[in-house]
Structures are given as structure tokens and as C-alpha cells.
């Protein structure tokens, strides 16, 4: 999809990935609508935008509230005319520790943000992009845990990554062809993550202390948000499903997939017969993987 003339709406726009994001998007001629529920970043990220030339707009929106989504939506497509990309983007962490600390508001809060909200971004915008039969993209930004990629600490985050690769994969299974779907996997980014816990909602516990010590390690090991931005920005126009940035976690997620496939040859190896339960027949090709839009590259040089 050429995406120059199009339009996009990225929520979690006033800071880190999603900041790089608008910014990215405006550079290539795609019109912003900065959806965050600080709404005073969102603005500042819209005016960034707007210095490339494009539409933008500043929105506030809480994405845990199905109404404010809504109501964004229709903001966008009344500011732009037409919408052909949602960048379903913001999310949180809980303060790191251990499952059995987490407590029932940090599990509802993290997974109202980055689960319900990418649902909520689905219900929103999905229809008109159906009704309107011209290529769009649906993009829900998870993580490299989403592949495997162990978070000690981060037991919740890491679910709720899971939850929207799931989440990702059968949406993309059910749209037409001209609804793309995209799962955005990075590794550590220098964002604001790290003070995630100050925008924390007054019915998930309220805001918390972010300790700077997590800012001072995103910047020291995060790879800049504008380079994630660019990368996510291409696999978005090529329509791929994972969009991957850190090269080093293939091995992680290679790793994870040797695991499976020991398990599955020492206990349910294939065997005469076994098709008896394999659901393919009855369910037709849905179970398989789209074909790849991207043709795989030759291997890089190490830059
Ligand atoms: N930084 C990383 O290392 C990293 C790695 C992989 C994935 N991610 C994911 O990338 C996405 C962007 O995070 P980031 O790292 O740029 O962090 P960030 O904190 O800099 O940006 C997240 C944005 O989401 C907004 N937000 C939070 N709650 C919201 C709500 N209820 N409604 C609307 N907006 C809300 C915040 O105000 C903030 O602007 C998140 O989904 C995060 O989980 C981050």
C-alpha cells in the first residue's frame, strides 16, 4: 500500500514508539490523528507532525474506555475524511515483581490498556474499514515477549503481549484481503514506559512512583524509538503480519519453537491415524498462514 495520502490514527501518539510513529507516518505524507490520554503530549506530537506538511490532530482518548475509542474514531474520520490505519499503540507495565506479588489492579490495569484497548481499536475501526473496501491496516503493537523472549518481573506485561499476538493472528484470519493486519514486536525501546505507573487510572489503584533508575536503563540500553518507528513504518505499507526490530531475539524465539517440537516428538509424535484430529479439513485453509506479503531478504551484513 502506498501510504502517502493516507491517514492514520496511532494511540499512545504523545510519547515514545507512538510519538516516532506519527512522526515517521508525517515525513512519508500520512496524515496524524496523536491519540493519548495525555492529552497535552498528544497535542505538542500533532504540531510536530504538521511542520512535515500533513493533516494532524491532538485527541484525547482513554483506550480502556470503549466510548472515548469510539468517539475517536469518529474524530478522526469527520478530521481526515477517510482513515485507512490504526496504530493500536498505547500500553503499560506494571512496576516490576514477581506473579504471585501482582495484585488484581495491576493485572486489570495492564490488561485494560494493552488488551482491551487493541479490542476496543478493533470494534471502532474494523467496520468502516470493511465497509470501505479500500486497502487499510489494523496494527497492535506488542512485544518481542510475545515470541518468547522471558520478562522476569514482567509476568502480566508479558501476558497481555501474548494475549494480542493471539488476538492479531485470528484477526487477520477473518478480514478481507484488503484489511491488512500487523503485530509489532520490539525489543527494549527508549520510551517512557518506565514511568508508565504515573498515568495509572484512579479505578486500576491510581498513579504510582516511577523511579528514574528506569529511565536512565531504557536510555542506556532502549534502541531509539525513531528507529523502530521507520522499520514498523515499512512492514505497515508491505502489509506484514510480525514486524520484528532486534535481531538478536530470533534465537530467543528459535528457541522457544525447539522446545515445542522436542516436546511434541517425545509425547505425541506423528502417527498412523492421527489425522482423525486434525481440524484443517473441517475448518478449510483458515488454519494456515497467509501467504507472506514481503519476499524474505538475503542475510544483512552486520551493520
Ligand atoms: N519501550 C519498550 O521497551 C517496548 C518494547 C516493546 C513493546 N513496547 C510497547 O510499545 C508501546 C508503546 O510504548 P512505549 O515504549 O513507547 O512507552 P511510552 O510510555 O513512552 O508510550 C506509551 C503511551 O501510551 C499512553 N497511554 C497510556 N495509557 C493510556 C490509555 N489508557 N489511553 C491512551 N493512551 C495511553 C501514554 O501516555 C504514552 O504516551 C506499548 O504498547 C509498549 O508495551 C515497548
Not at 510519547?15 to 505538542?44: M, P
Not at 536503563?217 to 508491505?238: S, T
Request: aromatic share 6%; hydrophobic share 45%.
Amino acid at each position: 500500500m502506498d501510504l502517502r495520502g493516507k491517514s492514520a490514527v496511532v494511540t499512545g501518539g504523545g510519547n515514545g514508539i507512538g510519538r516516532a510513529l506519527c512522526l515517521a507516518f508525517a515525513e512519508r505524507g500520512v496524515n496524524v490523528a496523536v491519540a493519548d490520554i495525555e492529552a497535552d503530549a498528544a497535542r505538542s506530537v500533532a504540531e510536530e507532525a504538521a511542520s512535515h506538511g500533513v493533516q494532524s490532530r491532538g485527541l484525547a482518548v482513554d483506550v480502556t474506555d470503549e466510548a472515548s475509542v469510539a468517539a475517536l474514531a469518529e474524530a478522526s474520520w469527520s478530521a481526515f475524511g477517510s482513515v485507512e490505519i490504526l496504530v493500536s499503540n498505547a500500553g503499560v507495565m506494571h512496576a516490576p515483581s514477581p506473579l504471585h506479588e501482582c495484585n488484581a489492579a495491576d493485572f486489570d490495569w495492564v490488561f485494560a490498556v494493552n488488551v482491551r484497548g487493541a479490542m476496543n481499536g478493533i470494534r471502532a475501526f474494523v467496520p468502516r474499514f470493511v465497509a470501505a473496501g479500500r486497502p487499510s491496516r489494523v496494527v497492535n503493537t506488542a512485544s518481542e515477549h510475545a515470541l518468547g523472549v522471558p520478562h522476569i518481573g514482567g509476568g502480566v506485561y508479558t501476558a497481555s503481549k501474548h494475549a494480542l499476538l493471539g488476538l492479531s493472528d485470528v484477526l487477520r484470519r477473518e478480514l478481507p484481503g484488503h484489511v491488512k493486519v500487523s503485530v509489532l514486536c520490539p525489543g527494549i525501546v527508549d520510551s517512557t514506559l518506565w514511568r508508565a505507573g504515573a498515568r495509572r487510572q484512579a479505578e486500576y489503584g491510581g498513579p504510582t512512583a516511577a523511579p528514574e533508575a528506569g529511565g536512565a536503563f531504557m536510555r542506556q540500553v532502549g534502541m531509539p524509538a525513531a528507529e523502530v518507528a521507520a522499520k514498523a513504518v515499512e512492514g505497515i505499507g508491505n502489509g506484514d503480519f510480525y514486524i520484528v526490530t532486534h535481531p538478536h531475539a530470533v534465537d530467543i524465539a528459535q528457541r522457544r519453537w525447539g522446545e515445542v517440537e522436542r516436546a511434541f516428538a517425545q509425547q505425541a509424535p506423528r502417527r498412523e491415524g492421527d489425522e482423525r484430529y486434525d481440524l484443517e479439513p473441517v475448518l478449510g485453509g483458515s488454519l494456515r498462514s497467509p501467504a507472506p506479503q514481503s519476499p524474505a531478504p538475503p542475510k544483512e551484513a552486520s551493520p
